[in-house]
């Protein structure tokens, strides 16, 4: 019997470990990315728990360890600089990572590469499915029959909208946007993430590892109504965004926005969730963001390794019933994903007060143990 083929759209987290699993598995994963290579934020995140577990059986530890950042604290500080709350960051002696998105999705591509067909520089553009298959139509390469689809292509997802609707039915902004930079060099505390606040507003500089030389990195984090017109690939508009947004702030963030200004690598997106009333459509399902995008405060990128591996287990265990297959595998994941979303207004509040006194609550709470747990659990940068 032929194995099966699957076409993965995105390979950022989800994408590469789906691609993973389904090889061994003795299927013929192929992976289609827009951007010409691996592409990302570059924002620190957590692989955490069952993710971790699975980055294990993958024999991925060691190599996500090499990579992770020695952050063991979250410090807050004023105006000037002088620190006004501090929560430890403690693993506690477990197998949880925090590396750099970029260095993720490096790692779990090279684990999959020779197990897959990637394909750079080319996107989905049409999708026609019949009981026996997929008419998958790319943007630059032949039109190919797939047996199932895969939408792992993130937040804005070009699977979701050709499958199940526009964007705008699903993604739901949460009234924050978060951007991310690269800085020139690193920065002077390799163990502390430094954030600073004023109402509405954060800025955080967080050391960094791995192939990026160490650079540190700036996080913007800012409280904002749904911009008309936004584009998340428009890097012009995301300058005059940051710029209006931070005017007259203090601490170091004049200095960070001249970075703006000059960046040819700078990230923007809204803090977003998506609600999806079913993640299949026939031989077509969502998978990471694309499925139940819980952004910035979510630990999207263990949710999309964990929510990969479950897809492919499904579909292992499943063999020629795809249908049940996606059933059992949106049944187990959305009880990962739902306590995820319902949290992000609570994350929100601790990280980006709105006001001076939810800036004073929230540094007077970073001596209280429950804050340490909460926000430790809630830095998890977007995924995909």
């Known amino acids: 019997m032929t194995a099966k083929t699957v076409l993965i759209s995105g390979a950022g987290v989800a994408g590469p470990t789906l691609a993973y699993w389904l090889a061994r598995a003795g299927f013929r994963p192929t992976v289609v ?40 604290g979250l410090k807050f500080v004023n105006d000037r600089g002088k620190r006004v709350g501090r929560v430890t960051l403690d693993n506690a002696g477990g197998e949880d990572v925090e590396l750099s998105r970029t260095e993720l999705a490096r790692i779990l591509y090279e684990a999959s590469q020779d197990e897959a067909e990637f394909v750079f520089h080319d996107s989905v553009t049409a999708l026609e499915q019949d009981d026996g298959g997929v ?9 190919r029959r797939f047996d199932l689809v895969v939408g792992a292509d993130g937040l804005h997802s070009a699977v979701r909208k050709l499958a199940f609707g526009a964007e705008t039915t699903f993604v739901e902004h949460m009234g924050v946007y978060v951007a991310t930079l690269p800085l020139d060099g690193p920065v002077a505390d390799p163990h502390n ?7 509405g507003r954060a800025v955080a500089v967080h050391p960094g590892r791995g192939h990026d030389h160490g650079r540190g990195i700036a996080a913007f984090m800012y409280r904002g109504a749904a911009v008309p017109g936004f584009d998340h690939r428009d890097t012009a508009q995301h300058r005059r965004m940051l710029a209006s947004a931070y005017a007259g702030a203090g601490w170091r963030v004049p200095e960070l926005l001249e970075q703006v200004r000059h960046a040819d690598d700078l990230y923007l997106d809204s803090v977003s969730r998506v ?51 996606f059933r059992r595998y949106e049944t187990t994941h959305r009880k990962l994903t739902a306590p995820k979303q319902r949290n992000v ?7 980006i007060p709105a006001t001076r006194a939810g800036m004073t609550v ?23």
């Open 362 to 384: 929230r540094n007077l709470g970073t001596r209280l143990a429950p804050l340490v747990t909460a926000v430790q659990r809630m830095t998890t940068a977007r995924s995909a």
């Open 193 to 199: 993430v430094v954030m600073y606040n004023s109402p």
């Open 33 to 72: 990315e827009r951007a010409g290579g691996l592409r990302s934020s570059g924002s620190p995140v957590d692989v955490r728990g069952p993710a971790a577990e699975v980055a294990r059986k993958m024999g991925l530890l060691s190599r996500l360890r090499e990579a992770a950042t020695d952050v063991t």
């Open 135 to 143: 008419d998958v139509t790319f943007e630059k390469g032949a039109p």
């Open 275 to 325: 609600r999806m009333p079913a993640w299949s459509a026939g031989r077509i399902v969502l998978a990471g963001d694309a499925a139940s995008c819980v952004s910035l405060f979510g630990d999207g990128s263990t949710l999309a390794m964990t929510g990969a591996h479950t897809l492919a287990t499904a579909l292992t265990e499943s063999p020629g019933d795809h249908v049940a297959a």
């Open 345 to 351: 207004p609570v994350a929100a509040a601790l990280l």
